[in-house]
Nanobody
Framework: QLQLVESGGGLVQPGGSLRLSCALS??????IAWFRQAPGKEREGVSC????????NYADSVKGRFTISRDNAKNTVYLQMNGLKPEDTAVYYC???????????????????WGQGTQVTVSS
């Protein structure tokens, strides 16, 4: 059974950067997404990457600041976060689903494997 482990969260000042990692027990043919959930808010999709072609998608709120990438050799997906803002504060979750196409989606129901989450706090 696929396991996902997030890391890289922490406390950073506004304008700073963090790189989140999602280590998987196997990455080939999995669609991967990053979601986040702030206190009192719904979990929302941040970015996703397809299993084929590594097509990507980003929420409007993070476009131009966040970059998702995958290293199949290392079974790891990364989320590079630059220009962090206080409103980026949340628990970030990695999610995966078996897939054989070039599509990625922010639908929570579209993923059946989830990590435990890593806290990102942006504050001065």
């Amino acid at each position: 059974q696929l396991q996902l482990v997030e890391s890289g969260g922490g406390l950073v000042q506004p304008g700073g950067s963090l790189r989140l990692s999602c280590a998987l027990s196997g990455l080939t043919f999995y669609r991967i997404a990053w979601f986040r959930q702030a206190p009192g808010k719904e979990r929302e999709g941040v970015s996703c990457i397809s299993s084929v072609g590594s097509n990507t998608n980003y929420a409007d709120s993070v476009k131009g600041r966040f970059t998702i990438s995958r290293d199949n050799a290392k079974n790891t997906v990364y989320l590079q976060m630059n220009g962090l803002k206080p409103e980026d504060t949340a628990v970030y979750y990695c999610a995966a689903v078996r897939s054989f196409d070039g599509i990625c989606t922010f639908l929570r129901s579209g993923y059946n494997r989830w990590g435990q989450g890593t806290q990102v706090t942006v504050s001065s």
